[in-house]
């Protein structure tokens, strides 16, 4: 579902250049950018019923590129769902997508583990992590 649907501009036919992803208003939902070839690009906000849990991770590389670019993250939820993604701004063709790591957690209110393994080669583990967060991790 997107906010303001029917005065989004989907609804008429355009050629669309790229996508960008993101929780641009940090609610735990995933939006989306469009470019839009001739025209102002569109800016889907997700107005999807919520009520299920997540976690956005924000990663800092040290030893690593400064945003942690290439950063592998698992992350174990409290039901012991396991889930892998990585830090990357790579999403397709002209275009890219907001660097934070979003993981959708469903009714995990916590996560027993998060574990990173930098670019650098350190790998870093965090325990006991509340849910419904944007959350920091420099690189140790």
């Not at 960008?20 to 690009?41: F, K, P, Y």
């Not at 009520?51 to 670019?69: F, L, P």
């Not at 998060?114 to 967060?133: C, F, H, K, M, Y």
Request: glycine content about 14%.
């Amino acid at each position: 579902m997107v906010q303001g649907e029917a005065g989004s501009g989907l609804e008429i036919a355009a050629a669309h250049r790229g996508l960008g992803l993101g929780d641009l208003d940090n609610d735990g939902r995933v939006d989306a950018v469009l470019s839009v070839i001739g025209d102002e690009a569109k800016v889907l906000f997700n107005a999807s019923p919520g009520g299920k849990n997540w976690i956005i991770i924000v990663t800092e590389g040290s030893a690593s590129n400064r945003q942690g670019i290439g950063t592998r993250v698992k992350v174990t939820g409290e039901s012991g769902l396991i889930q892998y993604n990585h830090t990357t701004t790579c999403v397709g063709y002209a275009s890219s997508s907001d660097n934070r790591v979003h993981f959708g957690l469903g009714a995990d209110r916590r996560i027993r583990e998060i574990e990173l393994l930098w670019p650098s080669g350190r790998r870093q583990v965090l325990t006991g992590i509340a849910a419904n967060q944007v959350l920091k991790v420099r690189e140790e």
